[in-house]
């Protein structure tokens, strides 16, 4: 659906009105400190009120344009629960006791019953094209038996899920039947042009409440850490967001969806002024393959990375904290074949600068496999550039150590407990490795615990150097004084930390 240029100049208008109408009152009343009273108040001025209605126009223009291709989603699913046996406040012998025994109530099976009970969603959805395909989140649908979704105009259709990628809560819905020709559908924008302070407007049904619309403004971007799917890079809105909501359009003042809104942080089950919604441009490189009911495919390095931190900036000799630290480099994998290596920290993929480890990670997840990508890393102080040919991600265990008993060596001062890995030892504890140090017990509030080190952890090197036993690791040790940058192998995979030695 085409925006018309009405809607985009009454959306432009809208920052112009906001910045008049606000600049007007706080000058009023810095000029003016006076008490707020019907005898003291002047007038309000003509051009206020012609901006403050021009904006309030601007909002309910851009919401009628969106509305109409905005759904209401309601799933069903039956689920098992059973029926606790019934028993006396006071036990069976109690009630004997009082009565006497001729009313000795007669000895009961004793299981509790099962019986079926059906549970009720609700959600949001919009209209993607005229076919009648619906994007909506993931965990609207997920399990459900029955999917029915509501147009604006109160008509109803059964839907069915097409598509659906788990991993950044993605689904698409089918409407079912007869498809109207008169369906209306949404315009997807560009979530990359979206800053901080922009405006938005979100549609949905909160609690049940169909055809919602609330307004705010961009409070973030790029947020990673929120941990709620595994691809995060989520628009952060204080557009206010309610159980419902989930699925709905986060809109532009052009009128076009810029994210799909899909969580709220909150500790009382209700919009607390944090909202977040998924960026519309990590799901349309989605939509071609989910509406045919594909599979996503994801672009894979074959590398264990992590963030840079202000102790690791200093170890690796780098200018700032940004990019993403190789702690470890798959055998045959696309990354060693290319000549990546264990402590290159990578700044640049595709000619996108690196922030941290999540965003690196939504971009090589967003590479077709099979394509060939530039990687500029930072190794030893020099930047260096390599051509990776990107794989097909799939499911890798990686082996590491599980928490054995306590070592003969201690290392009191740190509060760390370690052990040569020996042939017996690892085999033992099914590690694959046959060299290293391996962490049997940390101290709670000593100078290992504090550096992040755990029970279980291989130490792998000291200050870039292997280490093969406890004795080169204590002779590295002894080399520093006040910390020492550790490659550590763990269950997820490789780290680098620093262990601070005061």
């Given at each position: 659906?085409?925006?018309?240029?009405?809607?985009?100049?009454?959306?432009?208008?809208?920052?112009?009105?906001?910045?008049?109408?606000?600049?007007?009152?706080?000058?009023?009343?810095?000029?003016?400190?006076?008490?707020?009273?019907?005898?003291?108040?002047?007038?309000?001025?003509?051009?206020?009120?012609?901006?403050?209605?021009?904006?309030?126009?601007?909002?309910?223009?851009?919401?009628?344009?969106?509305?109409?291709?905005?759904?209401?989603?309601?799933?069903?699913?039956?689920?098992?629960?059973?029926?606790?046996?019934?028993?006396?406040?006071?036990?069976?012998?109690?009630?004997?006791?009082?009565?006497?025994?001729?009313?000795?109530?007669?000895?009961?099976?004793?299981?509790?019953?099962?019986?079926?009970?059906?549970?009720?969603?609700?959600?949001?959805?919009?209209?993607?094209d005229k076919q009648g395909h619906i994007l909506t989140n993931y965990h609207v649908v997920e399990d459900v038996d029955e999917i029915k979704v509501q147009l604006s105009d109160k008509r109803t259709f059964e839907a069915k899920v097409i598509g659906a990628d788990r991993k950044t809560d993605v689904a698409i819905l089918e409407m079912k039947g007869t498809i109207p020709g008169d369906l209306p559908t949404v315009q997807l924008g560009d979530s990359d042009a979206m800053e901080d302070g922009n405006l938005v407007m979100a549609i949905g049904a909160p609690f049940g409440l169909t055809q919602t619309v609330t307004t705010g403004i961009i409070?973030?971007?790029?947020?990673?850490?929120?941990?709620?799917?595994?691809?995060?890079?989520?628009?952060?809105?204080?557009?206010?967001?309610?159980?419902?909501?989930?699925?709905?359009?986060?809109?532009?003042?052009?009128?076009?969806?810029?994210?799909?809104?899909?969580?709220?942080?909150?500790?009382?089950?209700?919009?607390?002024?944090?909202?977040?919604?998924?960026?519309?441009?990590?799901?349309?490189?989605?939509?071609?393959?989910?509406?045919?009911?594909?599979?996503?495919?994801?672009?894979?390095?074959?590398?264990?990375?992590?963030?840079?931190?202000?102790?690791?900036?200093?170890?690796?000799?780098?200018?700032?904290?940004?990019?993403?630290?190789?702690?470890?480099?798959?055998?045959?994998?696309?990354?060693?074949?290319?000549?990546?290596?264990?402590?290159?920290?990578?700044?640049?993929?595709?000619?996108?600068?690196?922030?941290?480890?999540?965003?690196?990670?939504?971009?090589?997840?967003?590479?077709?496999?099979?394509?060939?990508?530039?990687?500029?890393?930072?190794?030893?102080?020099?930047?260096?550039?390599?051509?990776?040919?990107?794989?097909?991600?799939?499911?890798?265990?990686?082996?590491?150590?599980?928490?054995?008993?306590?070592?003969?060596?201690?290392?009191?001062?740190?509060?760390?407990?370690?052990?040569?890995?020996?042939?017996?030892?690892?085999?033992?504890?099914?590690?694959?490795?046959?060299?290293?140090?391996?962490?049997?017990?940390?101290?709670?509030?000593?100078?290992?615990?504090?550096?992040?080190?755990?029970?279980?952890?291989?130490?792998?090197?000291?200050?870039?150097?292997?280490?093969?036993?406890?004795?080169?690791?204590?002779?590295?040790?002894?080399?520093?004084?006040?910390?020492?940058?550790?490659?550590?192998?763990?269950?997820?995979?490789?780290?680098?930390?620093?262990?601070?030695?005061?």
């Open positions: 659906m085409k925006i018309s240029p009405s809607v985009q100049a009454i959306g432009i208008a809208i920052g112009l009105g906001l910045f008049i109408a606000t600049g007007l009152f706080v000058t009023t009343a810095a000029n003016k400190p006076r008490p707020v009273s019907a005898a003291a108040t002047d007038a309000i001025p003509e051009s206020v009120i012609a901006a403050a209605d021009q904006l309030g126009k601007a909002f309910a223009a851009v919401a009628a344009h969106v509305k109409p291709a905005v759904v209401s989603v309601y799933s069903e699913k039956t689920v098992q629960l059973q029926s606790p046996e019934f028993q006396f406040p006071f036990g069976e012998d109690f009630f004997n006791q009082f009565f006497g025994e001729q009313f000795r109530l007669p000895k009961t099976p004793g299981h509790p019953k099962t019986f079926r009970m059906p549970q009720h969603g609700m959600g949001t959805g919009m209209l993607l409070s973030a971007t790029g947020r990673s850490d929120v941990g709620i799917s595994d691809y995060e890079d989520f628009l952060q809105t204080d557009a206010p967001i309610n159980p419902g909501n989930s699925g709905g359009p986060l809109i532009n003042m052009h009128g076009e969806v810029i994210g799909m809104n899909s969580a709220i942080e909150t500790n009382v089950g209700q919009f607390s002024g944090v909202g977040f919604a998924i960026p519309v441009n990590m799901i349309k490189n989605m939509l071609p393959t989910l509406i045919k009911g594909g599979q996503i495919s994801r672009g894979m390095l074959g590398v264990s990375i992590q963030d840079v931190s202000k102790e690791l900036a200093e170890e690796f000799h780098l200018s700032d904290n940004k990019g993403a630290i190789v702690s470890q480099v798959m055998k045959d994998s696309p990354a060693e074949k290319a000549g990546l290596k264990v402590g290159d920290v990578i700044v640049r993929f595709n000619g996108r600068g690196v922030s941290d480890s999540s965003q690196l990670r939504n971009l090589v997840a967003a590479t077709t496999p099979g394509s060939d990508a530039r990687i500029v890393v930072m190794r030893n102080g020099k930047e260096q550039t390599f051509t990776v040919t990107i794989g097909k991600m799939s499911a890798e265990v990686v082996a590491s150590a599980k928490p054995a008993r306590k070592g003969e060596n201690q290392f009191s001062k740190l509060g760390l407990n370690v052990q040569t890995l020996t042939p017996d030892l690892a085999r033992q504890l099914g590690v694959k490795e046959d060299r290293g140090v391996l962490i049997t017990g940390v101290e709670e509030g000593g100078l290992a615990s504090a550096s992040g080190l755990k029970p279980g952890d291989l130490i792998m090197e000291a200050d870039h150097k292997p280490v093969a036993n406890f004795e080169e690791l204590q002779s590295i040790l002894k080399k520093h004084k006040d910390q020492i940058l550790l490659l550590i192998k763990r269950k997820s995979g490789s780290i680098f930390l620093v262990l601070r030695l005061k």
